[in-house]
Nanobody
Framework: VQLQAFGGGVVQAGGSLRLSCVVS????????VGWFRQPPGKEREFVSA????????YYANSAKGRFTISRDSTLNTVTLQMNNLKPEDTAVYYC????????????????WGQGTLVTVSS
């Protein structure tokens, strides 16, 4: 399974960005795809995830009400719409796939894409 993340950039506080993750290879309906982020000097943390079969979304508290995750199973793409961005959202964002289904732990994700940098200026 391969994942490619796109859509990072520089945005002012209050702005929006849309991240996309294209998933290729052999997956199944048991998979979940998640977004994690790693702020400078900090550990990688869970942001959001979605189950492949039914599209159930999950969010970290920091993302609730501002971020929306969705998936397009025909295009094998997972999108993270990020609104009302804050400087503390600055991080490298990674998408990852878990064959075990939904989890908030990065250790449960088997496959990772390259990161995409999101910078939010104040």
């Amino acid at each position: 399974v391969q994942l490619q993340a796109f859509g990072g950039g520089v945005v002012q506080a209050g702005g929006s960005l849309r991240l996309s993750c294209v998933v290729s290879g052999r997956t199944s309906n048991s998979y979940a795809v998640g977004w994690f982020r790693q702020p400078p000097g900090k550990e990688r943390e869970f942001v959001s995830a979605i189950t492949w079969r039914c599209g159930a979304p999950y969010y970290a508290n920091s993302a609730k009400g501002r971020f929306t995750i969705s998936r397009d199973s025909t295009l094998n793409t997972v999108t993270l719409q990020m609104n009302n961005l804050k400087p503390e959202d600055t991080a490298v964002y990674y998408c990852a796939a878990s064959s075990r289904g939904y989890s908030r732990s990065r250790h449960d994700y088997d496959f990772w894409g390259q990161g995409t940098l999101v910078t939010v200026s104040s």
